[in-house]
């Protein structure tokens, strides 16, 4: 073996020894040529194992999740102070003038009532919204009364599966009893017993055919996580069991208490198992009576549908923010004094129509932010909203304010129409003079309990909001170092309902359940890590020549 080993080397030695000696002499030669070859099959093997072996092409998602708290959708914009100026006290609805509780030169405070226009349809609209408040929140009652009744079948399917085999064992053995010599058709046909006596054995066999189905469904069903439906069924088939077995109950007492009072000899005694099987009878029927009335209660109260408290709360939410904003337009009828000042003119009597004028002047000293906002912007602010003011003059300032004025009526300035907003400041501070420039955040709607994402994370397709989630959840333990996640699995849309948002976050009216996992963002290879960086956002939109845009804040827990 070791010669045959050593004619093969020397076989391969022979042929190959020449061209290698070649191989190294030429590369002794030229030692930079051969290097630079080596680096170049080197970083090809390399780049080829890399390759092979990189996640750079496979897509990594980022996740967040369904957050509750207040959002608060605000515009934001900048201005210029001023004051010593007449204000057009305008309405932003039309209608029939009901009441003027002013004249001209007459003092007023801020918050006096100037005019009323009629308010009929705006208070229908108060009502029904109110009416819909009590209906949601009713319907969040009863999802959690139905909640609770969950819990309550359980408990007494248990309970009622503890004593109900010991009194259909004992149906069971009365009635072997009743088919005993004792009983016999010779020894009671002649008292008419016999009747009574074959009702008793066929109603026990209904009892237990019963019994029977019921007990098997309960044993194969999983009844501590059974859902509501689960629970129904399995109530309806232990309130047919119960309800058979007190008829047996009653049918066999019935018979016994004949055979004692009728079919025995004057004076006789009373056997003893006469006796004892009346007495299990009567504690028999007191329990098969208490159990029925839990199974109607829980029959009653539990739903043959599964309930999501989730959305009965979110019906709330929503029946809330409608109420709210009937009432935000039912102020709108009544047009008040912003701030305490003069009327200058009175525009309008009783029964004339309130429409794009103004009802009445108001002449005061007080400073106000005097603002323009785009038409888009507008459409979002009322008469009332709260502002936060700040002063490029006065680092460190904060005042706050109300929407005081808001003109219906727009101007175009170079094909974009702009509306005047003015905002009474709440506290004048001595250092604030007119004509200083004033930056604004008017909060233009506060829903509180809301259900929000991360804005980025929504998407529109052909007028339909959606949000992307992994159905199950995907265990975020195996995130890389970027705090993305790589799957062969896709995520599916989730279709969603929006509300209102801010600069980074959006209110979710119905599609998702707080807690709930979301994709908030993705990523394919090397953008992987850019993605992994917090998104930004910034305000957009001019109005006139002042910058305005969709702004806010998110409060959570709030």
Avoid: C
């Amino acid at each position: 073996m070791a010669t045959t080993f050593y004619q093969l080397w020397h076989s391969a030695r022979s042929t190959f020894g020449p061209g290698i000696a070649r191989v190294r002499g030429y590369a002794g030669k030229h030692k930079v040529l051969t290097a630079v070859v080596a680096i170049v099959v080197l970083g090809g093997a390399w780049y080829a194992y890399g390759a092979a072996t990189s996640t750079a092409g496979e897509t990594r998602y980022y996740f967040g999740t369904v957050a509750r708290g207040t959002i608060v959708s605000a515009v934001t914009g900048s201005g210029q102070i001023t004051a010593n100026q007449t204000l057009s006290l305008t309405p932003q609805v039309s209608g029939q003038v009901t009441y003027v509780g002013v004249t001209p030169g007459e003092k007023v405070a801020a918050g006096t009532l100037i005019a009323e226009i009629d308010p009929t349809d705006a208070l229908k609209t108060v009502r029904d919204a109110q009416t819909s408040l009590e209906s949601a929140q009713l319907s969040l009652q009863k999802t959690e009364q139905s909640a609770n009744a969950v819990e309550s079948s359980r408990t007494d399917l248990v309970n009622l599966y503890l004593d109900l085999p010991d009194v259909v064992t004992g149906l069971e053995n009365i009635a072997d009893r009743l088919s005993g010599n004792q009983f016999l058709p010779n020894n009671i046909g002649t008292h008419g017993g016999e009747a009574y006596r074959q009702q008793a054995l066929s109603d026990n066999t209904a009892a237990q055919s019963a019994y029977t189905v019921a007990l098997a469904a309960y044993q194969n069903a999983d009844v501590p996580d059974a859902d509501a439906s689960q629970l129904a069924a399995l109530l309806a088939n232990a309130q047919k069991a119960v309800t058979l077995a007190q008829t047996a109950v009653g049918s066999a007492n019935i018979f016994l208490t004949w055979y004692q009072n009728s079919a025995l000899t004057p004076g006789a005694p009373v056997p003893a198992s006469v006796t004892s099987d009346l007495a299990t009878l009567s504690s028999d029927a007191s329990k098969l009576s208490s159990h029925n009335s839990a199974l109607l209660s829980d029959t009653n109260s539990l739903s043959t549908e599964p309930l999501d408290q989730a959305s009965s709360e979110l019906s709330v939410t929503q029946a809330k923010n409608a109420l709210q904003d009937a009432e935000n337009t039912l102020a709108k009828y009544y047009i008040r004094a912003p701030f305490d000042g003069t009327i200058g003119a009175v525009n309008v009597h009783t029964y004339d129509q309130a429409g794009s004028g103004a009802v009445a002047t108001l002449i005061t000293a007080k400073q106000i932010a005097d603002l323009s906002v785009n038409e888009v912007d507008a459409a979002k602010i009322a008469v009332g909203d709260k502002a936060t003011l700040t002063f490029d003059a006065i680092p460190g300032l904060t005042l706050t304010g109300t929407v005081a004025i808001l003109n219906p009526v727009g101007t175009v300035t170079q094909g974009v129409v702009s509306y005047d907003v003015q905002i009474s400041l709440d506290a004048q501070d001595a250092r604030v003079k007119t004509g200083m420039s004033v930056n604004a955040s008017i909060e233009s709607a506060v829903h509180e309990g809301a259900l929000f994402v991360p804005s980025g994370a929504v998407k529109t397709t052909n007028g339909q909001s959606y949000v992307l989630a992994f159905v199950p959840p995907l265990a975020t333990t195996t995130a890389d170092a970027t705090g993305g996640v790589v799957t062969a699995a896709a995520p599916a849309r989730v279709p969603v309902a929006v509300g209102i948002s801010d600069d980074l976050n959006t209110e979710i009216l119905s599609g998702l359940s707080e807690g709930q996992q979301i994709v908030v963002r993705s990523a394919a290879g090397a953008g992987a890590a850019a993605a992994a960086a917090p998104a930004t956002r910034t305000g957009g939109a001019t109005g006139g020549n002042r910058g305005f845009g969709g702004g806010g804040a998110v409060r959570i827990g709030g």
